[in-house]
């Protein structure tokens, strides 16, 4: 439930993690990444289980919000240890990590987008629409040391960017991150004034 964004190479995070039987796993992480150099990597106790995991990048500049599955076969073994997840690659957001037990298993949450699926016997009966949803929602604008500034509301995310980026409000220029309070999606904007 809790996205770590902005993360630069040399960043790391550690879990205690309780391995029930020991065996070949496959790893699958939900990451997202702006650039092509995004990147990192696995280890157990010290010890690397997986070489240099790379991030896809995202469409469009500063795109945080769409996140992309990355997956590798590992080696765990049982019982309780430390995991580490260390970024070799800046900037990047992970959202979670799953393993299953198997090489090559299949993930049990793909992320799926796309055309929504239509009934081809009723495809000619029904238009195609687009809605978008107009609701007030709040966000929370944090610094990037993770500080918290306040919090905003807006229809949607590219309007709280907007917000942000031409408000009065803001002194300071550099980079925020503006979080949904609804949905948890991230989004950096750029201030230069």
Known sequence: GIIVGYNSEGDWLEY???VKEAGEYTMFAAVAAAGNTSSFMLSIDGMNIADR????ANSGEENYDD???VSVNVELPAGKHILRFTV???WMDIDYITFVKGA???DPEPITGGDPVVDPGTAAL???LSLTDRSLEDYDVFDMQGVYMGRLSAYGITEAVSMMK???VIQSKGVYNIRSRATGKMQSVR???
């Not at 995991?53 to 896809?56: G, L, N, Q, S, T």
């Open 191 to 193: 201030i230069a004034k």
């Open 16 to 18: 205690t993690v309780d």
């Open 104 to 106: 090559d298993a299949t």
């Open 53 to 56: 995991i790379a991030v896809p």
């Open 67 to 69: 996140y992309n599955k």
């Open 126 to 128: 029904q238009p195609q």
């Open 88 to 90: 070799v690659g800046a």
């Open 166 to 168: 031409h408000s009065s």
